[in-house]
């Protein structure tokens, strides 16, 4: 393009000044000086325009360019910006996830060791119940056996015969409750904590109790010294089951406080 408008202006003139010399031009007015300045002025314009053009649309498309290039740098710096807060708004929603999911696993873990020592607690109050029940009523025999020894061919005889049968019949559904109970604490030990050695002493002295109550119901000489206010052995044994039932709590209840305060601390948070 550029070859062609150079080749343009050197050849316009001289096409001009054959025209001026051809009978073209033999009827206009004025002599060929003028009419070579009045093409010449003519012409001179024209290049100074088209060269005003060329320079003028060069700067355009130069500050068109430039603006493009420059609207892209915004756009792109927009861009990274945009990416940039999305990617620290979905880091502060991971991180507030993480947190409510830790929070929410500490709760639970604090939730269910309370749970625990209060089914501790709930076990201790039935194997209390339950002792003493167990007691009563094997004492309740002792007492029902002496009369039926001391009253033998009595009216009363076959009377006190079925309902010391029926006690100790019930016997055996205490002796169920009593283990089932340990059976309870043995497992809630393994999750709460020092509670080990203290359920095992508690067992050891159900299964005494357990094993002197069954001698006892088996041999009436063994029944019958429970007459004697000096042999008293379940009621050691039953001191003993209170005693490491006391200690039990005593471990307990410290544990049961640090979890509600840790659990009402995290809540706070």
């Known amino acids: 393009m550029k070859i062609l408008i150079g080749f343009c202006l050197i050849l316009a003139p001289l096409v001009i000044l054959g025209l001026l010399h051809s009978p073209l031009f033999s009827w206009a007015l004025g002599s060929v000086d003028s009419w070579i300045a009045f093409w010449g002025s003519y012409l001179g314009a024209l290049i100074g325009a088209g060269i005003v053009y060329f320079v003028t649309n060069k700067q355009v498309q130069a500050q068109r360019e430039l603006h493009s290039k420059e609207l ?3 756009v792109e710096l ?14 502060l929603l991971k991180d507030e996830h993480n947190n409510a999911l830790k929070r929410d696993m500490r709760q639970f873990y604090f939730r269910n060791q309370v749970e625990k020592i209060e089914g501790f607690y709930d076990l201790i109050d039935e194997l209390v119940l339950s002792t003493n029940k167990c007691l009563n009523d094997f004492f309740y025999v002792v007492k029902l056996s002496d009369i039926y020894y001391k009253s033998r061919g009595g009216s009363e005889s ?20 009593l283990n089932s109970v340990v059976f309870k604490m043995r497992s809630l030990q ?41 042999t ?16 039990l709590r005593n471990v307990l209840q410290p544990q049961l406080n640090a979890k509600i305060k840790e659990m009402k601390t995290m809540s706070e948070q």
């Open 72 to 74: 892209e740098a915004q």
């Open 78 to 91: 927009l861009r990274k910006q945009i990416e940039a807060e999305r990617e620290t708004q979905l880091d």
């Open 158 to 177: 076959e009377q006190l015969v079925l309902k010391i049968e029926e006690l100790q019949l019930k016997a055996s559904d205490w002796y169920d409750i």
């Open 190 to 230: 393994l999750s709460v904590e020092n509670t080990g050695s203290t359920v095992n002493d508690i067992g050891n002295e159900i299964n005494n109790l357990i094993k002197e109550i069954k001698t006892c119901y088996g041999d009436r000489d063994s029944l019958l010294r429970y007459t004697k206010p000096d």
């Open 232 to 247: 008293q052995p379940l009621s050691k044994t039953q001191d003993s089951i209170t005693d490491f039932l006391s200690k």
